[in-house]
């Protein structure tokens, strides 16, 4: 994108590549004097959390947190066994407050996380796992059923429909195409509802699938907890694969799964309280030793976000005007016509004197002028100047 900023007097024309910030930068803080341009960039910008791991810990009612290097801190403590945990498209933290039969919500104001939360549905019975699907739906896993709670223009519905029944539904994850996958704890197997909701038994035979994750590549991983084992069933040209491979086996009770963005496999192991990583090889290492009591699920928080954004503004700069005297600033949207509307009264405070128009933003052009008061009856003339210099011409803004 390329703008042009012009001074007052039309006598420079700076150009900028607005992609190049130290550019637009410099432009904005340019001294004050002949070449002062009348634009002003805004430069806003807004950080997100950093991709920090959060895990519930059902034996101690906390959520803890971890920064990308292990560095753990409490979140969030005095629940009553914590479950499943997710993050919606906004950011904010959604956590299944099992033993209070609720469900809970941290907010996200678009900087950080709040470590207070509100109470977002209450009255389930048994409340396990959340999941979010692409458009914002709220999914909930509670003692035989699985409840949908919808999204509207990004306002969260707080009554439900049931989406499924008849289940022992656990842990659920969406694949890219919107199908969902639940993990039944008896009989032990994982079920897939079309998006239209229409139910079939993707996987039998399994021992406790405690949890469910995709990775990018649309592998299913499941945490086959009563096998102290990591299950992947392998996408092949948008095809999943029913017959699972080991991915990791000599575990204790793995429940928590959760791809990092750089593709990097989390685990929760349930009954020692260790978190595992998976590099992208395959290679197991130590993340955190020992840090909760019953580990139970895992969510990365959003990646952050970075957003810029740039706004010019036009106006008028008097570098020859009397301090002291009073003088009218006005624009106009056409230099044919003779409508000029005064946009303020000012009594100069400096010379040069510099008039931002907050509002020319969202006018396609404006051209500026300034006119000096003499006396009460509102008799105005242009702006003296010095005998050597030109009369001011009227700005126009790009």
């Known amino acids: 994108m390329k703008t042009y900023i012009k001074n007052s007097f039309l006598k420079t024309m700076k150009f900028l590549d607005t992609n190049k ?5 410099h432009a904005a803080r340019h001294s004050f004097g002949e070449a002062v341009y009348a634009g002003v960039i805004l430069l806003i910008a807004s950080t997100a959390q950093a991709q920090n791991l959060f895990e519930t810990s059902s034996g101690d009612g906390s959520i803890y947190e971890f920064t990308t290097n292990g560095v753990q801190s409490t979140f969030a403590s005095g629940l009553n066994s914590p479950h499943g945990l997710a993050f919606d498209i906004a950011g904010d933290l959604f956590v299944a407050d099992t033993g209070n039969g609720r ?83 008896t009989p032990s197997m994982i079920y897939e509802f079309s998006t239209d909701g229409v139910q079939s038994t993707f996987a039998s035979g399994l021992d406790s699938p405690n949890e469910l994750a995709f990775d990018s590549a649309g592998d299913l991983f499941v945490a086959n907890g009563g096998g102290d ?14 017959n699972p491979v080991t991915f990791a086996n000599g575990l204790n009770n793995p429940w928590g799964l959760a791809f990092s963005s750089a593709g990097i496999l989390f685990v929760g192991d349930n009954y020692d309280g260790y978190i595992y990583e998976y590099t992208t090889n395959d290679v197991q290492s130590t993340f955190v030793d020992g840090s909760a009591s019953f580990s139970v699920a895992l969510a990365f928080a959003p990646i952050p976000v970075f957003s810029v954004s740039i706004k010019m503004f036009a106006g008028i700069i008097l570098n020859n005007g009397q301090i002291g005297s009073n003088y009218l600033i006005q624009a106009t949207s056409n230099l044919s016509s003779s409508n000029w509307i005064t946009l303020t009264n000012v009594t100069l405070p400096t010379n040069p004197y510099i008039y931002i128009d907050y509002s020319s933003a969202t006018n396609s052009q404006q051209f500026y002028r300034a006119v000096e008061v003499f006396d009460t009856n509102e008799f105005i003339i242009p702006i003296r100047l010095n005998a050597h210099q030109s009369p001011p011409q009227p700005m126009l803004r790009p």
């Open 229 to 242: 084992n990591i299950l992947e069933f392998t996408n092949n040209a948008g095809t999943l694969s029913t």
């Open 103 to 185: 469900i809970i919500e941290f907010a996200n104001n678009g900087i950080m996380l709040s470590s207070n939360y509100v109470t977002f549905v209450s009255g389930l019975v048994d409340p396990n796992f959340l999941a979010f699907n692409s458009v914002g739906n709220l999914f909930v896993s509670d003692f035989g059923n699985i409840y949908e709670f919808t999204n509207s223009a990004g306002i969260l519905s707080t009554n439900s429909v049931t989406f499924a029944s008849g289940l022992n539904p656990g842990a659920m994850a969406f694949n890219s195409a919107g199908v969902l996958f639940v993990g039944n704890g």
């Open 21 to 25: 910030f130290k550019s637009i930068i």
